[in-house]
């Protein structure tokens, strides 16, 4: 008996599209429960400072709430329709606005210009993949891999104890023994976004960097 095992199945249409929203909405419950909570607050006759408190939970909330949904409108949903390009600009702004959460940073090195929307949202779904090799916290530096058009990307994670993920590794690589689940859906549709662009998304370990590429 092999001692490999097969990958397993992969979800068709209506489920990848279930699985997708399930992570949307993972990623925005937590702001918006804040948000929710602060109302309650202010609902309650709160002292003055209980007041300031709430006021200031409901705006960075409401803040990181919006972003959350600009970068996933972007990264997994239309985004325009069949053959829109996206600035790389506005890709930037939208990737700072949901990364950047005062433990990484992002350092942008690509140019300024209109790309194919699908290499657009892998750019994206690759720095949410960097992000999860450094736990803790560090540098996403973003670099460009050829030109034009055809320009693909560059990822180095810099941070303390930066790893590789062997689950992410092996989604990426269509590998996977595990059923596609909500955890597991954003790396696989970044293999498949990579695929629909001629690529493939490689994770490897740098001395004490991760670098993400598609190539």
């Known amino acids: 008996m092999s001692g490999t095992s097969s990958p397993g199945p992969a979800p068709d249409a209506l489920e990848l599209a279930a699985l997708l929203c399930s992570r949307v909405c993972h990623d925005l419950i937590s702001p918006v429960g804040a948000i929710v909570n602060g109302l309650e607050v202010l609902d309650d006759n709160p002292k003055p400072e209980d007041r300031d408190f709430a006021l200031d939970l409901i705006r960075k909330s409401a803040k990181t709430a919006s972003a959350r949904l600009q970068f996933c409108r972007l990264a997994f949903g239309a985004a325009g329709s069949s053959g829109a390009q996206i600035d790389l600009g506005d890709a930037q702004n939208m990737a700072k606005g949901h990364i950047e959460d005062g433990k990484v940073t992002l350092t942008w090195n690509l140019p300024r210009l209109l790309l194919p929307k699908n290499r657009v949202k892998l750019l994206l779904n690759m720095l949410v993949?960097?992000?999860?090799?450094?736990?803790?916290?560090?540098?996403?530096?973003?670099?460009?891999?050829?030109?034009?058009?055809?320009?693909?990307?560059?990822?180095t994670a810099a941070?303390?104890?930066?790893?590789?993920?062997?689950?992410?590794?092996?989604?990426l690589n269509?590998?996977?023994?595990?059923?596609?689940?909500?955890?597991?859906?954003?790396?696989h549709y970044t293999r498949l976004l990579a695929e629909a662009c001629g690529l493939k998304v490689t994770l490897a370990l740098d001395g004490e960097k991760v670098i993400v590429v598609a190539s």
């Not at 450094?134 to 030109?147: A, F, S």
């Not at 269509?174 to 790396?187: E, F, I, L, M, W």
């Open 129 to 155: 993949i960097a992000q999860q090799t450094i736990p803790r916290g560090g540098t996403l530096t973003i670099d460009p891999v050829g030109e034009g058009e055809a320009m693909s990307f560059r990822i």
């Open 174 to 187: 269509g590998s996977s023994s595990n059923t596609v689940d909500a955890h597991a859906v954003q790396p």
């Open 159 to 171: 941070g303390l104890n930066a790893r590789v993920p062997q689950n992410i590794v092996d989604l």
